[in-house]
């Protein structure tokens, strides 16, 4: 088998696809800490939950002992239309790098949307469907979520009402194209819709607004219209559940050929993607089967894990959503507006928190100047024009491989590619044009904003 040519692609059949999610929970001897009701903050109850989230998601969310769960067949033919999702050797940047390392990349931005946010979209949408729900609410802030959204309530015919953040309502025309090509409404935020909007707007007249207030319109909108709910793309458990797609579709492909990765890095905002592509290797490890190199990279000026506290907070900055314990900066830290490079996240899935605080995986967190640089080399040498989330796993992975070429090891790397840079070419611009700066928040920045964390009675 070690001779055989490993290709520069690797697909999988359709009937190659996975037909469960893996719920790593299942395999996790420190379970993350429960989640709280944020009216009570006592843990959360299943029936309490149902009023935020479908019934069969709010089961999702607080399952942790059933490892595998089916995935519906409607949602099985969906990801069929742009799965599997090929598995790249990176063979171009290994001879560029003059790097014995073997680099193999997950690329999800092969859909329209242009990201991963799609196999979380479709199952929420399905099951708010299966339940009768009339339509679904969001925030949307760079637009990877809202128009992932956008396409999946199409498909299923679900309203699909998002707030996106004004200023990159202005700036990102086109996102909002795509948004309306699928038929959902796009209000830029703030807007004279909703009470928050209204209270915002005059305080603030000519704002560009804010990820927190879209958030909070997405929730009022969601919370006065009978049968719609919020939904939210990252962070919380069942997302990571449907993530997992990622991470099992490139075990499969690697499995067919033998390929074990040493080391395993990913981009983490709120930690969907990192998780859902790790999930089936941090699965053996936990089982004591096989052992990898896990890490996280996340930017620099808004450092969660790396610099983070783990701590019970708010996932949303609505506060419906239950609070879970994590690494966090706080609900109310904004990170710098200098910052383009996206993962702005403020908490990391509680999942990868416990994991990350159990010594199971690793934290870097670089610059962005660094991640648009490697973005631009990885685009030039492999093709691909890469989402400047995704470059964040692409520094790493090439730090990796040179440290590689310096110890004369061939480890094997995997890392997620997880989005397409089109709609992010200002932030490209910037960069060209020097105008590119980094900011780290400092200390006291960091500490002014753990003591608003909300306090939990013991
Ligand atoms: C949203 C997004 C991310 C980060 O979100 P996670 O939940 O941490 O995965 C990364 N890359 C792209 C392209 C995204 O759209």
Redo the contacts with the bound molecule.
């Keep these: 088998m070690s001779n055989t040519k490993i290709p520069y692609k690797i697909y999988l059949d359709e009937n190659e696809m996975p037909k469960q999610w893996y719920n790593l929970r299942a395999d996790m001897k420190n379970k993350p800490a429960p989640l709280l009701n944020p009216a009570t903050m006592k843990p959360i109850t299943l029936s309490e939950l149902s009023e935020v989230f479908c019934e069969e998601l709010a089961k999702q969310e607080l399952d942790e002992t059933t490892p595998y769960i089916d995935i519906p067949e409607k949602i099985l033919n969906f990801y069929k239309m742009y799965r599997p999702a090929p598995l790249t050797r990176a063979y171009c940047l290994e001879e560029k790098l003059q790097t014995p390392a073997k680099i193999y990349y997950k690329f999800e931005?092969n859909n329209t949307s242009?990201?991963?946010?799609l196999n979380s979209a479709i199952a929420q949408a399905y099951y708010a469907k299966d339940q009768g729900l009339k339509g679904v609410t969001t925030e949307t802030g760079?637009g990877?979520?809202g128009t992932a959204l956008s396409m999946a309530c199409s498909y299923l015919d679900l309203d699909c009402k998002v707030y996106m953040v004004k200023c990159s309502y202005e700036q990102k025309p086109f996102r909002r194209e795509v948004m309306r090509t699928y038929g959902a409404n796009v209000t830029p935020s703030p807007s004279m819709e909703t009470e928050v909007g209204r209270k915002i707007l005059e305080n603030h007249p000519g704002t560009g607004g804010s990820l927190g207030c879209a958030i909070s319109e997405a929730v009022e909108t969601a919370s006065n219209l009978e049968g719609y709910r919020y939904v939210l793309?990252?962070?919380l458990n069942q997302?990571l559940l449907h993530?997992t797609i990622i991470g099992l579709e490139a075990k499969a492909a690697m499995d067919k050929y033998n390929i074990k990765p040493d080391i395993i890095i990913g981009?983490?905002?709120?930690?969907?993607?990192?998780g859902g592509l790790i999930a089936p290797f941090m699965g053996e490890k936990l089982r004591g089967e096989a052992d990898y190199q896990f890490i996280a990279v996340e930017p620099a000026s808004c450092p969660s894990l790396t610099r983070g506290v783990y701590a019970y907070d708010y996932c949303d900055t609505g506060a419906i959503c239950p609070l879970q314990k994590m690494y966090t900066l706080g609900s109310n830290f904004i990170p710098a507006s200098t910052h383009s490079g996206?993962?702005r996240?403020h908490g990391m899935s509680s999942i990868l928190s416990q994991l990350y605080h159990d010594g199971y995986m690793e934290a870097r967190s670089v610059e962005q100047t660094s991640v648009f640089a490697a973005a631009e080399f990885f685009a030039r040498v492999e093709g691909t024009l890469p989402?400047p989330?995704?470059s964040h796993a692409i520094k790493v992975a090439i730090d990796e491989a040179l440290k590689c070429k310096e110890t004369g090891e061939e480890k094997t790397i995997l890392f997620g590619l997880?989005?397409t840079g089109y709609f992010d070419m200002y932030a490209y611009e910037k960069f060209h044009d020097g105008k590119m700066t980094d900011y780290i928040p400092t200390d006291e920045e960091l500490q002014a904003s753990f003591a608003t964390l909300p306090k939990i009675p013991e």
């Design positions: 931005g242009g990201s991963h946010k760079a990877q979520w793309g990252s962070v997302v993530q981009c983490a905002g709120g930690g969907s993607n990192l996206g993962l996240y989402a989330e995704s997880t989005g």
